[in-house]
């Protein structure tokens, strides 16, 4: 029998507000465990929580971007269980009455875009973490995260591949962090995501048992556990086994996903309106007001590089990926030059440098710098070869190309007279190889070409040796 997958996704976003969800603490990351605690976080008999307005707009911001429908009522609930690091017992969430329901994201795959549809956003508060010492039987509660703001976006159980959930989830990330409402930091723990898998007979229309992956932080993690648990959803079903509802955990080190715990259904939760938070009511002049701040989304970028620019789709695609290159790409562009061109430096030259594409923001070539190098090609002052060697030069010193080409005397030979004096003492000194040339072995031209450049040490302009050679000959 042939199985399909059906996944759907619970990714949770931290907000990017200086302070918690229902509290003034800092949210600051890396601090020493423990410090970063109130006594609101702490669940202290006789604190009250207050809703951060920040993050209720930056909640309003990504739900707006994701298409989303807004309720101008909402309300917080708790939902009870009982685990180390959740010290009052129950977690803030929003059940029955989130704030935003009914978006969308498209994404592409395969060259095809398909439609993922979004149940609901709701805010609510993260958990504090646990840190297993692995050399004793002890585990050590830090309650630093116990209240940073978060929004959980559920989609609907539209994914149908490992890829279809990577590709969601990147895609999630990039608007996240174009709106200013999420760093995307996913070693951080700012965006992680629960998947819902579960396989069933094709053509069938009955889901199967679901199982929920937990707090998967990482692209290549989300893509690896949804294979392994495919594959042993479906190893289970086809040795006459049954699939239990469970929630597991990711263990990367061993590529394989393995029991936390069975699976609690919402009545488990025992969810009931908080008492000591009013309904947020938003006011459609806030609402207003959101909608007129966002920015140019991906997707509207996306399209106005092809269009504007005549970049190809590929090219469109990776530039507008991360918001920080693509604002290097116009950044670049504002002392003029071809698009395209510079399109190719930033994927091959620049892509090559960083290991993460917001670090852009540090990279010693600015992007007047940039444009300032390739207009020196442009201009035929120096070769692309020269030019790469410039941008290497470039980056260990932060100094700019034309105070590089400066100090090293570089430049490239145009001029046709000098070249042509050059090439007629290449041609006396192999007639041989001129005579096969004009006799049809056509190869020989590189070969010629070849030692224009090796006598020029590489400066003489490629594109004037070939013109006056094919003269020459």
Not at 124 to 152: C, F, T, W
């Amino acid at each position: 029998m042939q199985y399909e997958p059906v996944i759907g996704l619970e990714v949770h976003a931290q907000l990017s507000t200086e302070s918690k969800i229902f509290s003034p603490t800092s949210t600051e990351f890396g601090g020493a465990p423990n410090s970063q605690v109130s006594p609101i976080c702490l669940g202290m008999p006789g604190v009250l929580p207050v809703l951060n307005k920040k993050a209720l707009e930056y909640a309003l911001r990504a739900a707006i971007a994701l298409n989303c429908e807004l309720h101008t009522t909402s309300r917080f609930s708790r939902k009870n269980y009982f685990y180390p690091d959740l010290p009052k017992g129950y977690q803030i969430s929003q059940f029955e009455e989130p704030f935003s329901s009914g978006g969308w994201l498209d994404i592409s795959v395969n060259g095809e875009t398909k439609r993922i549809r979004i149940t609901r956003i709701h805010m609510e508060e993260d958990a504090g973490k646990l840190i297993h010492d692995q050399s004793g039987n002890v585990s050590y509660v830090d309650l630093n995260r116990a209240g940073v703001p978060l929004i959980e976006i559920v989609s609907e159980p539209d994914i149908e591949s490992p890829e279809e959930a990577v590709e969601y989830m990147k895609k999630l990330r990039s608007i996240v962090r174009y709106i200013g409402v999420c760093d995307g930091n996913m070693d951080e723990g700012s965006l992680r995501c629960d998947a819902n898998v579960s396989v069933r007979p094709k053509g069938t229309k009955k889901l199967g048992t679901k199982a929920e992956i937990k707090n998967v932080n990482s692209f290549k993690f989300v893509q690896k556990a949804i294979e392994y648990e495919i594959r042993r959803q479906i190893q289970t079903l086809e040795s006459g086994g049954e699939i239990v509802q469970e929630t597991r955990l990711f263990d990367s080190s061993k590529g394989v996903t393995f029991s936390m715990r069975s699976k609690e259904e919402a009545h488990d939760y025992r969810y009931f309106p908080d008492p000591d938070l009013l309904p947020v009511v938003i006011e459609q002049s806030m609402i207003d007001e959101i909608e007129s701040t966002l920015p140019e989304l991906p997707e509207q970028r996306y399209t106005r590089f092809i269009e504007e620019y005549k970049l190809p789709e590929y090219d469109a695609g990776v530039l507008t990926s991360s918001k920080e290159i693509a604002d290097y790409f116009e950044q670049s562009l504002k002392d003029g030059g071809d698009p395209k061109t510079l399109s190719n430096w930033i994927m091959t030259e620049v892509l090559r440098e960083l290991k993460e594409e917001e670090e852009i923001g540090s990279f010693p070539i600015s992007p007047a710098m940039l444009s300032e190098l390739i207009g020196l090609i442009d201009k035929g002052n120096i070769s692309g070869k020269q030019a790469k060697e410039i941008f290497a030069e470039m980056i260990s010193s932060g100094v700019t190309a034309k105070e590089i080409v400066e100090q090293k005397g570089i430049r490239q030979i145009s001029d046709q007279s000098e070249i042509e004096s050059i090439v007629k003492e290449i041609l006396g000194n192999h007639p041989g190889e001129l005579a096969r040339l004009k006799a049809g072995e056509d190869k020989l031209m590189g070969f010629l070409v070849g030692q224009v450049m090796k006598a020029t040490q590489g400066r003489a302009n490629p594109k004037v040796v070939n013109e006056i050679l094919r003269k020459s000959i």
